[in-house]
């Protein structure tokens, strides 16, 4: 696999996750409000979560996408490392915290699931192994 490849889908897909949840969060927050939310999030915790999101999802892809070239296979990769990122977090909260399992959590882990299959799908163009021979090199 070749570096600038690497560092561009990690670069993408980090833009994606983090765009794509910003909106769906901004766009759901008083359905998401708990009441011990921090006043002030802390965005460098955020930013690095993306990026190891990103990261982890560019470093198993190429182990994947070779067996299944359609794009959307590529979306559904996406979708189980998302599923393998939020859901264990998101069940762990809940049985935690004062957090319920409800409406918001099913449509959280909806929205969650289709970023990723978003970024699966993106990291398939880039990919596009019917073009390059890059693909046979695995990480």
């Known amino acids: 696999m070749n570096t600038k490849k690497t560092i ?8 994606l996750s983090n765009i794509l949840t910003t909106i769906w969060y901004a766009a759901t927050d008083e359905a ?4 011990y939310r921090r006043e002030e999030i802390n965005y460098l915790a955020l930013v690095l979560n993306h990026l190891i999101y990103a990261s982890i999802m560019v470093y198993f892809f190429p182990y994947f996408y070779p067996k299944a070239t359609q794009k959307i296979r590529g979306f559904l990769f996406g979708a189980v490392i998302a599923t393998l990122m939020f859901l264990p977090q998101a069940m762990v ?10 409406a918001i959590f099913i449509l959280n882990t909806l929205a969650h699931l ?3 299959g978003i970024m699966g799908l993106s990291l ?12 046979d090199s695995l990480p």
């Open 32 to 35: 998401n409000y708990v009441p």
């Open 8 to 15: 561009f889908s990690v670069v993408v897909a980090f833009l």
């Open 124 to 135: 398939s163009i880039i990919y596009d192994y019917k073009n390059t021979t890059d693909h």
């Open 114 to 116: 289709i970023i990723g």
């Open 93 to 102: 909260i809940r049985a935690i915290w004062a957090v319920d399992f409800n």
